[in-house]
């Protein structure tokens, strides 16, 4: 999580960032974070996902492929042991 996402995102509730903060994201609903809305791709908003462990395991990957036109900036993170570290750690921030 620090190398690969702490740049642009927080773990502190209304803290965000370049990107939404992240605490409590495991198993929520994408861009529902109220006090990120206006922030949100529509990409995002309209894809009707939650984050569990196949949506990040997919968005971590490559997030312009797994959502085109959506807003993160972040290059792929190919390694799969590196994508369920990180998946690992946001399961832990409740």
Do not use: F
Not at 22 to 30: H, N, S, V, W
Not at 60 to 75: E, I, R
Not at 79 to 90: E, G, P, T
């Amino acid at each position: 999580y620090a190398r690969e996402c702490s740049q642009c995102h927080q773990l502190n509730a209304g803290q965000n960032s370049k990107g939404p903060q992240l605490l409590r994201i495991y198993g929520a609903k994408a861009a529902d974070l109220a006090d990120y809305q206006s922030r949100y791709s529509q990409a995002l908003k309209q894809s009707g996902w939650r984050w569990d462990a196949v949506t990040l395991d997919r968005y971590l990957a490559d997030p312009a492929v797994a959502l085109p036109n959506g807003k993160m900036l972040s290059d792929p993170l190919p390694d799969a042991a590196d994508r369920q570290a990180v998946i690992a750690y946001l399961s832990t921030l409740r």
